[in-house]
């Protein structure tokens, strides 16, 4: 694709963005309950802030299944920052499970 042409959707998919995020915010003022107004929000589109709770054991195992060699390279890329952001937390822990 062109410089031009990558410009151009690049340019779509802000508007989009920015319409679709808008929107989410006018149904939220306008009372709708914040489950549906998110379907205004683009899926794939947009990164999101939420808090994960899981056990230390469960978060190990997520890590080890998802740096496998056989994992998407999307989720590996995922785990492998969950893991530099845990390893401060529990040094001593992913230094025995991941030496």
Known sequence: ???YDQQ???SILEYMNETALNTYERALRAGMAPEQA???LPAYGMYVRWRWTVSLAALLHF???RLGHDAQYEI???AE???SLA?????Q???????
């Open 1 to 3: 694709m062109s410089d």
């Open 63 to 65: 890590i080890q299944q």
């Open 8 to 10: 151009k959707w690049s």
């Open 76 to 78: 590996t890329a995922y």
């Open 38 to 40: 998110r379907l205004f």
């Open 81 to 83: 920052a969950v893991k």
């Open 87 to 91: 390893c401060g937390k529990f040094p």
């Open 93 to 99: 822990t992913f230094a025995k499970v991941f030496p």
